[in-house]
């Protein structure tokens, strides 16, 4: 097997020791080159100063989000600049809002003044934009109704709503931005309730709808909704048939016809029904002339029926 000859070319000591000296002595020239440089004055840069929107908080509220930043052209020691370049140990610049709604804006160069005095020793030469956008709005509250969400739930078959549906509380008191509240009149109130058959009485945690924002509170999160249902019984009775202005030539094609009605009859009222005694009336001078057909109508027929429909409904007339 082969001999692995040792490589001639490493670095001796010496040489190594030689190359860390002039490493440092680099280092070091570019050190105090660097720190010379940064101790003189007149350099020129231009930074994204912070800044801060200062604002009664409980009379208004930020909308949109703030500027946090000024870009501005400043001028001074090195030193002075590195550190507001890096924003090192730099406060923000507290700008006053007295009354932020009335404007969305501050214009810059009524800031100038006071911002140099801010940035001493360093020297405020320019800002670059002329303006500040916000968009901030004044707090305000409004009484808005709560609303059953008529989506939000499904009555079972034959199950009818009756009387009013009740809220406790019976007005919510919204607060936020006015931009926003001054639009709020009902606050929807979601039951997620399906087949109701039986009264309801539920305590609701309420969602604000997502088109008012974060910025809107409630002054409750909870309301009682309370409503009364009742069930339609299904029903059907034969008519007695009355007819009315019939002339003695004029009969019915069918004069043997048997006619029904069906309907829907609150389980209230149901006792009521027994009665009642029900009528086809067919008035001959509401014929349709150009059949020659009768449409039957049911009487009486009172409120607290639904869906009567008669079987047949249309007749037909014989002329002799």
């Known amino acids: 097997m082969p001999e692995t000859k040792k490589s001639t070319k490493r670095i001796s000591p010496k040489k190594l020791s030689n190359l860390k000296v002039v490493v440092l002595c680099i280092a070091a020239a570019t050190t105090f080159w660097i720190l010379n440089a940064l101790n003189k004055d007149d350099y020129n840069t231009v930074v994204d100063f912070p800044i801060e929107l200062v604002y009664d908080q409980d009379q208004y509220?930020?909308?949109?989000g703030l500027p946090t930043t000024l870009e501005i052209e400043i001028s001074g020691n090195g030193w002075d600049l590195l550190r507001k370049y890096f924003n090192f140990n730099s406060?923000?610049?507290p700008v006053?809002?007295?009354n932020p709604a009335s404007k969305n804006y501050i214009l810059t160069a009524d800031l100038k003044r006071s911002l140099g005095e801010f940035l001493s020793p360093t020297q405020l030469n320019s800002v670059l934009k002329d303006s500040l956008k916000f968009k901030i709005d004044k707090i305000k509250t409004v009484k808005a109704t709560p609303v059953l969400d008529s989506t939000s739930f499904s009555l079972g078959k034959n199950f009818r709503v009756i009387g009013p549906v009740t809220f406790s509380p019976s007005v919510i008191t919204v607060k936020g931005p006015s931009s926003v509240v001054d639009s709020v009149?009902?606050?929807p109130i979601a039951l997620e309730e399906k087949r109701i058959n039986k009264s309801v009485?539920?305590?609701i945690t309420l969602t604000l709808p997502e088109n008012l924002g974060n910025h809107v509170t409630l002054e409750v999160d909870k309301v009682q909704v309370k409503f009364d249902v009742v069930e339609f019984l299904e029903g059907n009775?034969?008519?007695k048939i009355k007819k009315i202005?019939?002339?003695k030539s004029v009969t019915l094609q069918n004069e043997d016809v048997v006619i029904m009605i069906s309907y829907l009859v609150d389980e209230r009222k149901s006792a009521e029904l027994k009665d009642l005694e029900f009528e086809a009336i067919l008035d001959y001078?509401?014929?349709n002339k150009t059949d020659s057909t009768i449409t039957v109508q049911v009487k009486p027929m009172p409120d607290y029926l639904e869906q009567v429909v008669a079987q047949p409904a249309i007749l037909k007339l014989k002329y002799e």
Do not use: C, G, M
């Open 96 to 98: 006053e809002l007295t």
């Open 285 to 287: 001078y509401k014929r």
């Open 185 to 187: 009149k009902t606050i």
């Open 91 to 93: 406060d923000s610049y």
């Open 245 to 247: 202005n019939f002339p």
């Open 201 to 203: 009485d539920k305590e």
């Open 237 to 239: 009775k034969r008519l």
């Open 61 to 64: 509220v930020a909308v949109a």
